[in-house]
């Protein structure tokens, strides 16, 4: 069946269509890829004509390709000539870190400016447009910026991530730009650092053999097989268990637990939708032979999403870590940890957050119903932070423990499904009516809860758990013969109070933090 086909009888937009076909296409496009690196030059032709053709020859996207490769230039030549080249002429030149700075805030920016020209011609999200690419460009652009910030830095002043990712050497523009354009991350990424893409066309990603390591070819089938099985699921069930329905009058028919299951089965078909799309790009990047990752020899460089990991979950830290990785760590490196400290030696604070939350708000794009999910999530998290650390240190090493698990999963996953509704909804009356119609059960789950722990709640169960860590202690010093037991006892109560409470990317290095703190307190 041929697209027009499919269209014709209603079963996706067109533009959906061409984009699952794309993404699908990409794979085998891909195969000849591992080949091509014997010759360089050609395999970033190869693949700067095959995403032209995505942007150009299928969605007509003149003026944004122009766009993109504006961009591109642009942030290439302002790293060269800001960064690259003063290091050249002067050995004891130090780069500003303000230069990456402001090449962030001009593609967000650029970026934000495509967005509201969506959001105020009303282009329906059913159309694709330039700003699917740009985000995922944006985020390339941006890391690329401080690669290369940081590979004229000292040394001793970067983490072993910088290391691995510094550019000390400028590259050429043909190879920027094919990294920009690598066709099985053009379209939804997943956005990979330049030296990553240098290794990989260099053919030192594979090892010292240069020889593509085995299981690629049956991991890209195997991602195909999922995105193929949850095309056939939401194609089916989509339609059915959708968000879109609850604004219709035969859901107040229901009564509220029907209302809830449907609301569960939304959820997961809408999450269903993001599988498909990012399975299928994970086969295209795995058989381009750039998804290997050396460190754990594993062909899982390109994956977005852990399926199993989120829909398990049993707190809003393992939703967060597997979703969207590639993002979460974008934010991370380029946003929270790039944040000026006070003094050295700080870890990221209030400001961190801030930035990370503005830097993603922004990303996403500024649709007011997008900010109900930020700001209820924000509560939900901090309620799940406040759990972890005063409540969840009673069952650990209890009977009880599977059982808070369970009402963990079942209470992250009800309540994730309710939180998101304006992420797919994109109208805040229509949202606000959705909640509505499920008696805000979400809100009052997470608001109640604050509430009492908030009170006083916290501080006295936190005071508790400080007591009897403290008697642990003790005993540890009376009873020699169980110190090892005792003190994976203890260690496991510090990070129940303080280091699971990390929730997406804003709150990194909690557990060295308290155990540093601990560490003073006894001296």
Same mark, same amino acid.
Request: proline residues 5%; hydrophobic residues 45%.
């Given at each position: ?15 959906i269509?061409?984009l699952?076909?794309l ?16 010759h ?21 996207l ?9 961009? +591109?230039?642009t942030?290439?030549?302002?790293c060269?000539?800001?960064?690259? /080249? ?10 500003? +870190?303000s230069?990456? %700075?402001w ?12 967005h ?20 995922? /460009? ?11 910030y ?5 040394i ?18 043909l ?13 939804? *990424? ?25 299981? !690629? ?18 194609g089916?069930?989509?339609s ?29 078909m ?31 460089? &390109? ?17 967060f870590?597997?979703?969207?990785m ?6 991370r ?28 708000? #922004? ?10 999910v ?9 309620? &799940?932070?406040?759990?972890? !650390?005063s ?8 009977s009880?423990?599977?059982v808070?698990?369970?009402? &963990?999963l ?15 909804? /994109?109208?805040?009356?229509? +949202?606000?009516?959705? %909640?509505?119609?499920? *008696? ?7 608001g109640?809860?604050i509430?009492?722990?908030?009170a ?11 007591k ?13 013969k ?7 006892? #203890? ?12 929730v997406?990317?804003?709150s ?5 933090e308290v155990?540093?703190? /601990?560490?003073?307190?006894k001296?």
């Amino acid at each position: 069946m041929t697209i027009s086909t499919l269209t014709s009888l209603n079963i996706l937009p067109p533009d959906i269509l061409k984009l699952l076909s794309l993404l699908l296409l990409s794979t085998p496009l891909s195969i000849p890829i591992p080949h091509l690196t014997k010759h360089p030059t050609i395999l970033h032709i190869y693949s700067i004509l095959i995403s032209f053709g995505f942007l150009i020859g299928v969605f007509n996207l003149r003026f944004g390709t122009i766009q993109l490769l504006i961009a +591109s230039i642009t942030t290439y030549l302002t790293c060269h000539f800001l960064i690259a /080249l003063p290091s050249i002429k002067n050995k004891t030149f130090k780069p500003n +870190s303000s230069t990456p %700075w402001w090449i962030f805030a001009g593609l967000l920016a650029h970026l934000t400016i495509n967005h509201s020209k969506r959001i105020f011609l009303n282009v329906s999200y059913d159309t694709v447009e330039i700003t699917g690419a740009q985000m995922v /460009l944006v985020m390339k652009l941006s890391t690329f910026a401080w690669n290369v910030y940081d590979g004229h830095r000292p040394i001793e002043d970067l983490d072993e991530y910088q290391k691995s990712t510094a550019i000390r050497k400028m590259p050429g523009l043909l190879e920027f730009i094919a990294y920009c354009f690598f066709f099985p991350s053009l379209l939804v *990424g997943p956005a990979i650092p330049f030296a990553h893409y240098k290794a990989f066309a260099d053919r030192k990603l594979w090892g010292s053999n240069a020889n593509v390591p085995k299981g !690629r070819l049956n991991h890209a089938l195997k991602s195909l097989a999922i995105g193929f099985a949850f095309a056939g699921l939401v194609g089916t069930y989509g339609s059915k268990w959708s968000y879109d329905r609850m604004l219709e009058d035969s859901f107040l028919e229901k009564n509220w637990l029907q209302r809830l299951l449907h609301v569960q089965l939304s959820g997961f078909m809408s999450r269903g939708k993001y599988y498909l799309v990012w399975s299928l790009s994970q086969a295209a990047f795995t058989t381009s032979g750039c998804g290997y990752d050396p460190i754990t020899k594993s062909w899982l460089a &390109g994956q977005n999403i852990d399926i199993l990991a989120i829909e398990l979950a049993q707190n809003y830290k393992a939703v967060f870590d597997h979703w969207n990785m590639k993002t979460n760590l974008w934010l991370r490196e380029c946003v929270y940890k790039r944040v000026p400290l006070k003094k050295e030696g700080d870890k990221p604070g209030f400001k961190a957050t801030l930035a990370t939350f503005i830097a993603s708000a #922004a990303w996403h794009g500024p649709l007011p119903a997008y900010f109900l999910v930020f700001i209820s999530g924000a509560f939900v998290q901090a309620l &799940g932070r406040s759990f972890r !650390r005063s409540i969840r240190p009673f069952f650990i090493n209890t009977s009880l423990k599977p059982v808070y698990d369970i009402i &963990g999963l079942l209470a992250v996953q009800t309540n994730l499904n309710y939180i998101v509704i304006p992420f797919l909804l /994109l109208d805040v009356r229509n +949202s606000i009516e959705a %909640w509505n119609r499920l *008696g805000w059960y979400g809100h009052l789950a997470t608001g109640l809860p604050i509430i009492l722990l908030w009170a006083g709640g916290e501080k006295a169960s936190r005071a508790k758990i400080s007591k009897s860590s403290t008697n642990t202690t003790t005993t540890t010093h009376q009873q020699p013969k169980a110190e090892m037991k005792t003190i994976a006892t #203890a260690t496991t109560v510090v990070i129940g109070k303080k280091g699971n409470a990390v929730v997406e990317t804003t709150s990194f290095g909690e557990v060295e933090e308290v155990l540093m703190q /601990l560490k003073a307190k006894k001296e």
